[in-house]
């Protein structure tokens, strides 16, 4: 199967995934894979030391290696790919081909103590500038975007 990204220099932040052709809408992008963490309880050691993980479930995470397109899906608080079920990432819109493809980690994490480590820095017109997790996002806005929270993450929608 022909990837449909490809890890470019990005204007957010490092490195990118960029759509290599045109993605439809409600296309799945890819799913990442990696190994299963789990935590009895959130704290603000492990909120602050992880990265390049993503919340699968309460308290578990996956974590990905080197060369997993998870590492370079950025954030954007106006995002055009989110995560479906519990790891499946796909779009929200269709994504032209060299656009970036981005999505909001404040939904893929409940955590209370999770913070990005930097201030955003995606310029949309609706950028919160501090990333924090879903228990975090006025309820105004985890309600619109119901559709694109993950399933384990519904009961805060």
Same mark, same amino acid.
């Given at each position: 199967? @022909?990837?449909?990204? !490809? &890890?470019?220099?990005?204007?957010? $932040?490092? =490195?990118?995934?960029?759509? &290599?052709?045109?993605?439809?809408?409600?296309?799945?992008?890819? /799913?990442? =894979?990696?190994?299963? =963490?789990?935590?009895?309880? %959130?704290?603000?050691?492990?909120?602050?030391?992880?990265?390049?993980?993503? !919340?699968?479930?309460?308290?578990?995470?996956?974590?990905?290696?080197?060369?997993?397109?998870? $590492?370079?899906?950025?954030?954007?608080?106006?995002?055009?790919?989110? /995560?479906?079920?519990? =790891?499946?990432? &796909? !779009?929200? @819109?269709?994504?032209?081909?060299?656009?970036?493809?981005?999505?909001? %980690?404040?939904?893929?994490?409940?955590?209370?103590?999770?913070?990005?480590?930097? #201030?955003?820095?995606?310029?949309?017109?609706?950028?919160?500038?501090?990333?924090?997790? /879903?228990?975090?996002?006025?309820?105004?806005?985890?309600? !619109?975007?119901?559709? %694109?929270? #993950?399933?384990?993450?519904?009961? %805060?929608?």
């Amino acid at each position: 199967m @022909k990837k449909k990204y !490809a &890890v470019q220099k990005s204007g957010i $932040r490092g =490195k990118g995934l960029f759509a &290599v052709s045109k993605l439809g809408q409600h296309e799945i992008i890819f /799913i990442p =894979k990696g190994i299963i =963490k789990t935590v009895k309880r %959130y704290s603000i050691s492990d909120a602050k030391t992880e990265q390049h993980m993503l !919340a699968i479930a309460p308290h578990t995470w996956l974590k990905t290696g080197k060369s997993d397109p998870l $590492r370079y899906l950025n954030h954007s608080c106006e995002p055009n790919a989110y /995560i479906c079920g519990f =790891k499946i990432i &796909v !779009a929200t @819109k269709d994504i032209m081909p060299g656009e970036e493809i981005t999505i909001d %980690y404040s939904f893929t994490e409940e955590d209370p103590f999770w913070e990005l480590d930097h #201030p955003c820095q995606c310029g949309t017109p609706m950028c919160r500038v501090r990333i924090r997790s /879903i228990t975090h996002l006025p309820q105004e806005l985890r309600t !619109a975007q119901k559709q %694109y929270t #993950p399933d384990w993450l519904q009961k %805060y929608t």
